[in-house]
């Protein structure tokens, strides 16, 4: 039973760094319906600002978390303008492959900056760790910062695009980009807006990550941002609370089959989870059903 | 009929470019003007082809967007491997390779069927991802399985080569990640440029012929074709299905190309697939020659570019990016309109979709 509710929270814990990355594929692909190959890279960019502001330059933990945030953040805007802008109206397809020309070209700059061989990364988040149960399930400080970051970022996104004009901007480009360009608002700021808060959200997720799973590379972000993006899709690709739910069940169910089914089927074992899911709701588990007219 | 005669040079052009390739390949291999990597690029080059041909059937032809086709591409390669090994030199090398062509094409092409069903009843980026994952679980499996054979029959086993239960003399086929291994390695050049002309036959036939046409016509507009009594799902899982068994025969030569055959994320991984789609893209979508002739070039050119060791694929990612902006950019087809019509007016030419 202990052992059990241990893997169930790190599980949650896992969940909760999908969540927030699968964030930024939901939101980008909600408001500029493209898919965002180059999300998975921002995370490992991230992860390696933190790195070096920590080991090379010795600033504090919340700095580097900050320095992570801006780093993603500005990263972001700068892909979207300069790769992505051009291709508005372009077919979705060429879209896609510019976005994997991202993709490759931040792994292959991180590869030539920081070297082939992978960096131990120090964890950044000093939380003390609770046990509970009679120390039979200990709960570490990174999985309580994730959980709570994933909580925190989530009620801050729906009551951001709830309650502020910028955020009703952001559905109203989402529902129809072409009419709310007529009502007055600016779609390209919009959807930089969306790429500047997704690819902050990566840069604390890229942290997170790495703080947990403590190897960092060029390929770090590849795989989880594609176990994100599919947490996405899972819970219904443009919904933030569908996102949330479909990165914990992501990882709630990664991690219990790896620990009691085999750990070598555990990433087949999601995937068929999100076909399974996909067909009995083609749009995920909170997306829209949307009817097509003649 | 004008159009007709049109189409048919178009696809003697292919044929013809495919056998002066064959030609000049050969006649450079035989008189030793070739270098070794160029020597060892001659059969996946054909292999890549096929696998841009055959995507260019699901994503030009059909209109879906799938990244699965490494996939079948690697269910190609297992079952003829298998295959390969539990035949053993047993029958003769030609002989061998045509039934494993057979059976990896029937293979992919089951497994294309099994995954077409559910999976086309989804749209556009919802079958990206899901065609993704069936790679990814693919992939996975492989890597977990363990294959022996002995007097008794086959053993599979999820664990280990332990508890397969081999008797004394039995053969373990598949060792989990380690793959297979003591493979033929009987491909040739000669053997991959018939299959690509195969599959070029193949595809060029069924995009001109009347299932070639409803495909199209479903892609362009599928409530109006389903209106006029066409059936969707029979004629997008038609496409599906030769797509991917056509992915499998690739996965057949690429078996066969090799002495010891694994599942990485390097070649049977969603990179693979996205490779397969780049050369689609960038050759043209719904071109047949144009992504046979992107696959040879973004074959040969990482490989010429060696000499850069860490910035090659830095400069291919830029290069990418690059080509899709002056590609498909809005304003970058408008401004070339413009200059088109400035310099050379009343010349612009417009490639029919479907056109190989």
Known sequence: MSSFLSYLISGISLGSVYAIIALGYTMVYGIA???????????????????????????PPVICILAAM???????????????????????????ITAIGVSYFLQNSALI??????????????????????????????????IIACIVIVAALMA??????????????????GAATLMGIDVNRTIALTF?????????????????????????????????????????????????IGGMVMGIVENLSKAYISSQLSDAIVFALLI??????????????IQEKV | MKTGSKTLRSNIITYGLVVVFYIVMQGLYMTDNLSSLMEGLMVPLCYYMILAVSLNLVVGISGELSLGHAGFMCVGAFSSAVFARLVDEKIPGMAEIIIAILIGAA?????????GIPVLRLKGDYLAIVTLAFGEIIKNLINAVYLGVDANGLHVSLKDTKSLNLLEDGDIIIKGAQGIGKLPRNATFTIGIILLLITLFIVINLVNSRQGRAIMSIRDNRIAAESIGLSVSKYKLTAFVISAALAGVAGVLYSHNLANLQATSKNFGYNQSIMILVFVVLGGIGNIRGSMIAAVILTILPEKLRFLNDYRMLIYAIVLIAMMILNSAPKVVAWRKVMAEKYFPHKGKINEPGEA
């Open chain 1, 33 to 59: 319906k493209m898919l965002n190959f180059a999300h998975g890279d921002v995370i490992m960019v991230g992860g390696y600002i933190a790195f070096i502001c920590f080991t090379e330059l010795g600033v």
């Open chain 1, 113 to 146: 900056i920081f070297g082939a061989d992978s960096k131990t990364f120090t964890s950044l988040i000093s939380i003390p760790s609770i046990s509970l149960m009679g120390g039979d399930v200990i709960i570490s400080g990174v999985t309580i910062a994730s």
């Open chain 1, 196 to 244: 500047a808060i997704g690819s902050a959200l990566a840069g604390i997720a890229g942290v997170l990550l790495c703080s947990a799973y403590p190897t960092l590379s060029s390929q770090t972000g590849a795989m989880p941002g594609i176990k994100a993006f599919t947490a996405a899709v899972f819970g219904g690709i443009g919904s933030i609370p569908g996102a949330m």
């Open chain 1, 160 to 177: 951001f695009i709830n309650k502020t004009k910028a955020g009703q901007a952001m559905l109203a480009v989402s529902e129809d980009t």
């Open chain 2, 107 to 115: 293979f992919a092409a089951i497994f294309g069927f099994l995954i």
């Open chain 1, 276 to 289: 399974v899911i996909l067909l009995v709701r083609p749009t995920g588990l909170m997306g829209k059903n």
């Open chain 1, 70 to 96: 801006i780093g993603c953040l500005v990263l972001g805007v700068v892909i979207e303008r300069i790769a992505y802008k051009p291709l508005r109206g372009a077919s979705s397809l060429s879209v896609l």
